[in-house]
C-alpha cells in the first residue's frame, strides 16, 4: 500500500503562483511514476504533468511552459510548480502514483479567479 498526502492549492488570481505538494509513503519500489491530474466540473480527469524515478517528465500541452513538476528524493515528495495561472486551470488536482499499484490522493482545489 502507498499512501498519498498531498498540500497546497486555494485561490489565486489570474497570472499568480501556486505551488502544491504530494508525499508518498508506505510500499514504495523503483521503477515507478507520480503525478498530478485534475478534473475540472464536467469535464473528464486528465493528465497534468507526470516525474518518474528516474527524473523524465511528461507535461500536458496546456501547461508546457508554465508548469513544473520536480521530484525529492529519498522521501518521494513530487511538487507542481505552478505559474501564470489562467481561469482554465481551475479544477481538483490529484496526486497520482503508479508502481507495482495504482493509487490516488483526495485531492485538492485550485481555483483561479479575480
Known amino acids: 500500500q502507498v499512501q498519498l498526502a498531498e498540500s497546497g492549492g486555494g485561490l489565486v488570481q489570474p497570472g499568480g503562483s501556486l505551488r502544491l505538494s504530494c508525499a508518498a509513503s508506505g510500499s514504495i519500489f523503483s521503477p515507478n511514476v507520480m503525478g498530478w491530474y485534475r478534473q475540472a466540473p464536467g469535464k473528464e480527469r486528465e493528465l497534468v504533468a507526470v516525474?518518474?524515478?528516474?527524473?523524465?517528465?511528461s507535461y500536458a500541452e496546456a501547461v508546457k511552459g508554465r508548469f513544473t513538476i520536480s521530484r525529492a528524493y529519498p522521501r518521494n515528495t513530487v511538487y507542481l510548480q505552478m505559474n501564470s495561472l489562467k481561469p482554465e486551470d481551475t479544477a481538483v488536482y490529484y496526486c497520482?502514483?503508479?508502481?507495482?499499484?495504482?493509487?490516488w490522493g483526495q485531492g485538492t482545489q485550485v481555483t483561479v479567479s479575480s
Open positions: 497520482n502514483f503508479q508502481g507495482r499499484g495504482h493509487y
Open positions: 516525474v518518474t524515478s528516474g527524473s523524465g517528465t
